[in-house]
């Protein structure tokens, strides 16, 4: 069965041009939403056109703490992974559409976190990573 | 104990890891490969990765399975390709939470087996396949092609119990064919593999010269068992002489990777459209992938991007069984390859066999050079520098509009020699009389 309720999770920058590719994949009369960090958004949340955007606030930007950091941030709860997977679940309308959703595309690294605990939740959905095979799943 | 194939049909085992429907450059001459040793009265079996493979992750091209001979046998044993994997659910904890760590692990893990970065864990497999198929129907003969040099294994393993084999490097394994460097120390494991393979190979097969050179100097006691077995083109082109279009159409297909130089191409098409009111309304159509997998490479797709207003098009990959129609609406082929003197291409004889105007832009010193001197609508760039590539885009542009029917015929005529199974016929021929006796 084609996906029509498609959910993208971005844990960093989002083009248009991104949406647009995966938007047109999709079947007519589907659904396409998107949750990510505010300020990394192409535009504000609600119902833009014909996509609905969830924003999760504002990424909170952390200093690094040099090598020894790298595995501290990894572990740390403010990573920009942590950070999204935790507003996520506390952010009832995102999570909801995530769960009802039959395709969930992670659009970059850091939003592979969220996905896959989201793949946890619920044995229904596909969870890809990427845009390209989302398109596959898409094309069924 | 040497198996003999006197009095019925040769087995031949073909191992290739990217066989159709696999879209990869190499795919072309695994194919050729497989239906010229079935159609000189082998038996064939070819031992390849499965399609989903190929479906999943580097992109395919459905119609070239239709091109396999019927008569072949196909194995498909299962690979796994883990740092390419793309469904969510069959990642790890580790991979999800601490990726680095899980990269640097995966890679380690890989070449445990053999010394191949994702390639290595195929070994067991391919061995326990080989080891199959020979029980099931006695092979006569292992042709083994590179890369991923994995694919050598059965090679190894069947010569144990006797069997012959040929190690078809098309490139080279220990050798950058780009920059030219020795990439793995005869001392390393992939130093006393490749130094195993070679000494008790039947033949070794290079697709240009200056790769058979340098492995004749590296492995002396084998040189004479160094073939070169060019590539070629496959399919004469249907289409006929025409005059250029009003407004005509430059043309590069095939996969442009990171080494080649769009970025200069992309330049000297500027200038040359600045340079020369002919180029102004003339087209630039670019076919294939950018990257060598499904999705392309960001960087590649940004200089495409920024060139849409200069008259530049891409129009992503072709069915290898459509690309005659688009040579038909081309009036000059761009062949624009990375730098380096072992570099030849498989495209360069599927340009060749158009009879269309040719422009080179890549290094002077590339192995294509070799293959194009002597075509008479060869117009190469002196240099990656923009003007000279403009100025042979100009060249070829007023060659294009001056092309008559003498010229293009001369340039199939010149084509001719790198027919593909002119290449391979005479190695299959020395093969077969070889396990006979």
Redesign the interface.
Known sequence: MTPDNVVAIAGGPVSHEQLLTLKEGLAPGSVLSLIGFEDLLPTAAGEVGDFYVFALGSLTRSVRFGMLG?LAL?IWPGSPARQLWRRIRHHQSALAAAEAADL?V?LD?RS??A??HL?QRNSAP????????AL?KLAG | MPHKAAGRQPHLLYVAWGFPPCRGGGVYRALATANTFAEAGWEVTVLTAPRETFLNYTGADIALEAQIDPRIKIERVPFSWPSLETDIRKYSWLRVHFPRVWRRLRKQADVLRFPEPAYGPWRPTLAAAARRIHQQRPIDLVVATANPAVAFVPAAVLHGVGVPYVLDYRDAWSLDVFSGDRVHAPNSRVGRWESRLIKDAREIWFVNEPIRAWHQQAYSGAANRMFVVSNGWDTAPEFGFRAASPEPVFGYLGTVSPKVPLAELVEGWRLARKGNPAISNAKLDIRGYLGFYGTPRPELQAIVDGALDDGLKFGGSVPKTEVGNLYATWDVLLLVLGSGRYVTSGKVFEYLATGLPIVSVHDPGNAATDVLRGYPSWFPAASLAPADIAAALSAAMQAAQAHDEARFAAGRQFAEQYRRDRQLLPRIAELRAGIAT
């Open positions: 790298i990894r969930i992670a690294a592979v976190l996905a896959w793949s596909a969870i890809v990573q990427g845009i390209a095979p596959r």
